[in-house]
């Protein structure tokens, strides 16, 4: 029966858990060959990607695409050898998480420049540096044919090491050891790669005789505070007061856009955004020129007036729309990158363990994080955060777990654990602008997935760091205290 009426609906936790897509499930034996001086001559890969009983929309691109395209991350390899094989499984089906595809290969080569490191007696800096594109590189093309922009790694390791007192380290772990507990720190390198489905976005602006300007945008936000960063362009570029922008976000009658989605909104939909107040002022000044009886050429924009160059004849961008039939100005515009933004960033950590329990601890955590031009420095440092935090989840807390008959023993907050306020630890976070990207006019890299690419490796070489000193060396995440505490008995370790 046809009743012609909208209908929700809405699945509970549960039902979510068991049907809704998981995240990372990806294994990797990974190898690579190194010179006498530390740096990587060759770099394989084998990995199997699960994808569930189905394929989800991005169980496939995700092990096959996304994560290629930086697996060889910030480094200068060429010679790698990547397989990739996807199987199917008896459990719910795999989905992008934030990163998609990202986290798991930077997770790779940050585990085995961490291994190589400590196997050859070379400073997890040192190896880094040696390996690192140089400034001089770019545009510079990776081992899949995927083009970095820009980039300044080098620096970036230096300013993570200064803001995270790198030579205070054995102090603080002396200090910790003669409190019976194990202290490691971690340290990761890693690059995102952003655009999602496609760099244009529309948009539609509207100046109202109210007074008004409204941003109709085909992005949405879902928390990245998109509506703050869309009306800050909007008023830097009309030269008007915020308090006066509105925006309207997911209505498709209005506008159809390519959405939310790898990163791409402000870089994308931001641009957009600007050409949108170019293009409205545009038309304010064809407008403004009949109404003053003067050229196009002769009419300066300023402040929301259009005046007559050399008089003081002028107009208001909101007298202009009362004019128009429909009481409004209105241009549609698309914004345009030349390609994907390339953020990148050093994290460094420290944590400690207690053995007798096999409780993991972050006690410090230090971010320098390359977005290019941060347009809202307060809304980057929330992503980049909120990022790390995911991260500290699926290196110490966060796992699916099904029994031997397929039922899903993780399926409600009682069983999967994640982290909470009381679990997070001092977390600093720097923007680092030197090297700003150059496929957008805004200059700004993506930056919604960068903690959750960088927090995985940090901390789990954080740990492993902590663990060498028992001879453990290699660990599958998540670190659950039970897993950290059969491991140092496993080890002989005093518990």
């Known amino acids: 029966v046809k009743l012609g009426r909208k209908v929700r609906w809405r699945g509970d936790r549960t039902a979510d858990f068991v049907?809704?897509?998981?995240?990372?499930?990806?294994?990797?034996?990974?190898?690579?060959?190194?010179?006498a001086s530390g740096r990587v001559q060759a770099y394989r890969v084998k990995s199997i990607g699960g994808t569930g009983a189905y394929m989800s929309g991005t169980g496939v691109i995700i092990p096959l695409v996304l994560g290629p395209f930086v697996q060889t991350s910030v480094y200068d390899l060429q010679l790698v050898h990547y397989e990739i094989k996807a199987v199917m499984t008896?459990?719910?089906?795999?989905?992008?998480?934030?990163?998609?595809?990202?986290?798991?290969?930077?997770?790779?080569?940050?585990?085995?420049?961490?291994?190589a490191a400590r196997q050859i007696g070379m400073d997890p800096r040192a190896i880094r540096k040696v390996n690192y594109i140089k400034p001089t590189q770019f545009p510079y093309k990776n081992a899949v044919g995927q083009t970095y922009d820009s980039g300044a790694f080098a620096h970036m390791l230096d300013r993570a090491s200064e803001l995270s007192d790198w030579d205070g380290?054995?102090?603080?772990?002396?200090?910790?050891?003669?409190?019976?507990?194990?202290?490691?720190?971690?340290?990761?390198?890693?690059?995102?790669?952003?655009?999602?489905?496609?760099?244009?976005?529309?948009?539609?602006?509207?100046?109202?005789?109210e007074g008004r300007v409204i941003l109709h945008s085909g992005t949405q936000?879902?928390?990245?505070?998109?509506?703050?960063?869309?009306?800050?362009?909007?008023?830097?570029?009309?030269?008007?007061?915020?308090?006066?922008?509105?925006?309207?976000?997911?209505?498709?009658?209005?506008?159809?856009?390519?959405?939310?989605?790898?990163?791409?909104?402000?870089?994308v939909g931001g641009t957009a955004a600007v050409v949108s107040a170019v293009d409205l002022i545009a038309k304010a000044r064809d407008k403004a020129a009949n109404m003053l009886e003067a050229s196009v050429e002769d009419i300066e924009y300023s402040g929301g007036f259009l005046t007559v160059v050399g008089t003081d004849k002028r107009v208001g961008l909101f007298e202009i729309a009362r004019?128009?039939?429909?009481?409004?100005?209105?241009?549609?515009?698309?914004?345009v990158a030349d390609g994907p933004t390339w953020p990148n960033g050093t994290h460094i950590c420290e944590v400690e363990i207690d053995p007798e329990t096999g409780i993991t601890n972050v006690v410090k955590y230090t971010t320098v994080d390359d977005v290019g031009v941060a347009v809202n420095p307060v809304l980057v440092t929330g992503q980049v955060h909120g990022g790390v935090v995911q991260g500290i989840g699926q290196a110490l807390y966060e796992g699916v777990h099904y029994d031997e008959e397929g039922q899903l023993l993780t399926a409600s907050y009682q069983d999967y654990c994640i982290p909470r306020a009381g679990d997070l630890p001092s977390l600093f976070v720097t923007l680092d602008g030197s090297a700003p990207c150059v496929t957008n006019p805004l200059g700004a890299k993506g930056c919604g997935e960068s903690g959750a690419i960088g927090g995985p490796p940090c901390i789990v070489n954080g740990v492993m760091d902590a663990l060498s000193s028992l001879g453990i060396t290699q660990l599958n995440t998540p670190l659950s205290p039970l897993k950290v505490w059969n491991a140092i008995q496993g080890a002989g370790a005093p518990a």
Do not use: C
Not at 101 to 114: H, K, N, S, T, Y
């Open 169 to 209: 380290f054995a102090a603080r772990k002396k200090a910790a050891n003669k409190k019976g507990l194990l202290y490691g720190r971690g340290l990761t390198s890693y690059i995102e790669w952003t655009g999602g489905p496609g760099t244009t976005e529309k948009v539609s602006l509207h100046a109202t005789a």
């Open 19 to 35: 049907g809704g897509t998981h995240g990372r499930d990806l294994s990797s034996p990974a190898e690579i060959a190194l010179d």
């Open 221 to 267: 936000a879902m928390g990245q505070g998109l509506q703050t960063a869309y009306s800050q362009l909007v008023a830097e570029s009309l030269g008007i007061g915020i308090d006066r922008i509105d925006v309207i976000q997911g209505d498709t009658d209005v506008i159809v856009g390519m959405g939310s989605v790898g990163s791409r909104s402000l870089f």
């Open 90 to 115: 008896h459990t719910a089906p795999v989905g992008a998480y934030r990163g998609a595809g990202r986290p798991e290969a930077v997770f790779i080569i940050e585990r085995l420049m961490d291994a």
């Open 323 to 335: 004019a128009e039939k429909d009481a409004r100005l209105s241009v549609d515009s698309t914004g």
